[in-house]
């Protein structure tokens, strides 16, 4: 019986037939025109609506993850962490809550982020907007810079700094006063249950509250 080479006759070197090499697959007309990734896109920005809608965010409060750039921890709290950001490039911060609540605690989050989005006066830090990054909501508000009220008064006593003079203490007890005002005379009226230095936050300016 003969023997058969596996070898390529026509092949100039006499060696072995390469394999055939595998088609390149053709684009799409979706794929050269973005379609699919739009839809995407548009898929996820939908359910990102209808989760932060549930949570009392209106549309037009909703941020997409792609505009917030997270800068440094500032500090931690009950639900999760501060964070100094950029949103769309303008500074902010922003409170990182995690979802998995219980039932109760996930209605006292939803409860505060419907009321602080109706709330807007001078001497209330104001709701920018929120958003969803994996399974923690994202609220983003002003960033008070300056501090608490608190922190500014013992970082001048450990400095021996000058404390604040009696016409700075009555612009402060006014700017409160004017705040806790507008906020009692909401429908229903919003009380506040742990105003204290602490929580009395301060603008960059170093005079607004």
């Known amino acids: 019986m003969a023997r058969h080479d596996a070898t390529d006759n026509n092949s100039p070197t006499g060696g072995a037939a390469s394999p055939p090499q595998p088609k390149p697959e053709p684009l799409s007309l979706r794929k050269l025109l973005g379609i699919d990734s739009a839809n995407k896109r548009a898929a996820k920005q939908k359910k990102l609506e209808a989760t932060l809608e549930k949570m009392g965010v209106g549309h037009d409060r909703i941020v997409a993850m792609e505009d917030v750039q997270v800068l440094e921890k500032l500090g931690q709290g009950g639900f999760g962490s501060v964070h100094r950001i950029l949103v769309r490039g303008q500074p902010a911060a922003a409170k990182f809550m995690t979802l998995d609540l219980s039932k109760s605690s996930k209605r006292l989050l939803q409860n ?39 922190s500014q008064h013992t970082r001048r006593l450990k400095d021996k700094a000058a404390l604040l003079s009696t016409a700075e203490c009555a612009l402060r007890m006014l700017q409160v006063a004017s705040g806790m005002a507008y906020m009692h005379a909401m429908t229903p009226p919003l009380i506040h249950r742990d105003l204290k230095s602490h929580n009395i936050l301060i603008r960059s300016d170093g005079e607004r509250l």
């Open 112 to 150: 505060e982020v419907k009321i602080w989005s109706s709330v807007q006066h001078p001497n209330c830090v104001s709701l920018i907007g929120a958003s969803m990054d994996g399974n923690k909501l994202v609220l983003c508000c002003e960033l008070m810079s300056g501090g608490s009220l608190f």
